[in-house]
């Protein structure tokens, strides 16, 4: 909480995900962000929620998510007031999202700098993510920019949007001017990406005003501002619960990115390196998890023989493994998965054949 | 039932092995030959004894095994007569074991034909191989024969042992002689034997007279023969039960090929192709049973996407399999094993270790 800023801050944490590529632990009624990938026992919300600790006071603290997921976000972060978790009715990707969230906090703090940070993502080196997101909230505080959080790339990954970036006259020290969003690169371009020292991953993350956002909003995608406004006029009122239930799912389905971020101006990014991943899918777990001198990321009773670079999570039944190499092993109650590592992107189709097969107890 | 024959004709079952290389669905309580690992529910030791109906009286039919599986085989084969069933009160390997079943068949059924099978061989061409057995207990009627079956071999298996055979004047159309004995090759002897069509792969079945063995066992295992006489002066009387506890595991343990039929003269061989399978280990499961069209072996609940040659041995749970080729997954209620087809033989290795660890529960 700093003193210097002249405007108070809060934060919203995005949590409305499906965890999809995460099956069969992350399912529909417990989804990747209640879960604890990592193995410590902290889910991965928790973990969110921690982070900002000293940075943001948990009554300014904001849970978006589905409306199936309130009493997962009660169980997991009871220091977060309930009128603080704002339930949304439908699914309607991150630019409605984060509208309602800026809609509820301009109402009740006035034009406060709004943190926004997705529920799910994995963070090794927490001081160093504090200290970008404190100049983030600084440099969102100083005026009417939109401030997005880049990473320092360390290898081509395909999986992750790109932000391509520059020198600014007129930003602070540490603060580039955001050039322009690439989408998913393919293997190819991605090299050319980090090897040009010009792109930055897009983390996701963001930092803003209130009243920048919603002004941005409602520059772009009116619909979107239209609908939020309704929502603002009856926030605290008895009737929200109602209006939010007819009127969210009228808005289309956007993100922040695509909806708002690629057409504004004083748009900046700070870049850290502080051990980020977005824990997109399985393979993921070996570079933000402790693993084995073989490689091997290991939850639950797992014994190894001749096997490496291989992600195993299970729980208190053993799991013998033999001379595997690149292969995930999740094992459930209900569900096992056995996936060549390079496969991964296709643990989504499986949930798309469950669904066909309307075998919906196994999503 | 071949009324051509002088002699009646026994058949034994030698059901005590321990099925380690099939964990973790072969168990102490419940080993390989007790299960039914094609998935169509009958048991190998089931399907070893409807293969003898016609062939072999069920009166006639005995099964040797450890004291421990004796309620499974009375559940699994009811038909059989309780005093059929002798016990082992130690695994001694095959040369006691049917040194024991020769003595009691003898004591009451005279100088019979005994055919010696093992409980957990499978056979896809199930009338080609009675057509053999015929021929073996023929040959083994007619005279004093030691017959063992050999296999055509369809390729260059390194875990089977090989009989080296010749033309022999004496015997009949169809019966060879066997020249020699050899122990589980490499793969370059392998393909060798296999081209010289010299060789039959050493199938375990045997076929012979009681006292054609029991002569055999006298000049090759004295120390057998002597407990084995024993046995017999006992047999149906109230102290077998005693004395075979007492006695039966002073034999020493050896196999019927080193410790008789490799010393032993009038040894013959009958080859026969009938898709004959000792299922060693669980890549054997692609070649003796049914598979999909990308060659995967499914025995329960198994969604496969771009995923070949694999062999999944399930239950009622979802095992969903993606970019797997030549991958085992055998699935049970307290252990999973994940392993390469190539590392197959280290299954052994992970009972050694649960052994050492204490953990013989899942054993």
Chains 1, 2 share one sequence.
């Not at 801050?9 to 409305?16: D, E, K, R, T, Y």
């Amino acid at each position: 909480m700093n003193d210097a800023l002249t405007r108070p801050v809060a934060a919203v944490i995005m949590a409305g995900g499906k965890g999809e590529r995460f099956w069969p632990k992350s399912r529909t009624h417990c989804p990747k962000q209640f879960l604890s990938l990592s193995g410590d026992g902290e889910t991965m919300i928790q973990k969110t929620f921690r982070r900002l600790k000293g940075l943001v006071a948990p009554e300014n603290v904001y849970v978006v998510t589905n409306a199936d997921y309130m009493t997962l976000v009660q169980e997991q972060l009871p220091e977060i007031p309930e009128e603080n978790l704002l339930r949304e009715p439908a699914a309607r990707n991150t630019a409605p999202c984060i509208a309602l969230a800026a809609a509820v906090i301009a109402k009740r703090c006035g034009d406060a700098v709004m943190l926004v940070l997705p529920a799910d993502h994995l963070i090794r080196h927490e001081d160093l993510c504090i200290d970008v997101l404190s100049r983030a909230i600084a440099a969102a505080d100083a005026g009417d920019n939109l401030v997005t959080i880049g990473i320092t790339p360390s290898y081509p990954e395909t999986g992750y949007g790109y932000i391509e970036f520059s020198r600014s006259q007129s930003a602070p020290t540490g603060v580039y001017q955001v050039d322009c969003f690439r989408e998913k690169p393919d293997l190819e371009t991605a090299r050319s990406y980090v090897e040009s020292g010009k792109f930055l991953w897009n983390s996701g993350m963001f930092a803003w005003r209130t009243a920048v956002y919603l002004d941005a909003v409602k520059e772009h995608l009116p619909a979107v501002a239209e609908i939020t406004g309704r929502l603002q006029s009856v926030c605290d009122t008895p009737d929200f619960q109602r209006v939010l239930q007819e009127e969210f799912p009228k808005m289309p389905s956007v993100s922040v990115d695509y909806g708002v971020l690629e057409h504004a101006s004083r748009l900046f990014t700070i870049p850290g390196n502080f051990g980020w991943d977005d824990v997109g899918s399985w393979p993921a777990l070996q570079r933000v998890a402790k693993t084995d001198t073989n490689g091997n990321y290991r939850n639950g009773d797992v014994l190894t023989i001749g096997t490496k670079n291989c992600i195993f999570a299970g729980s208190d039944k053993l799991i013998a493994a033999i001379g595997l190499e690149d292969i995930i092993v999740v094992d459930t109650a209900d569900a096992l998965l056995v996936c060549a590592k390079d496969a991964a992107q296709n643990v989504k189709k499986v949930t798309e054949m469950l669904r066909e097969q309307g075998r919906g107890e196994l999503l």
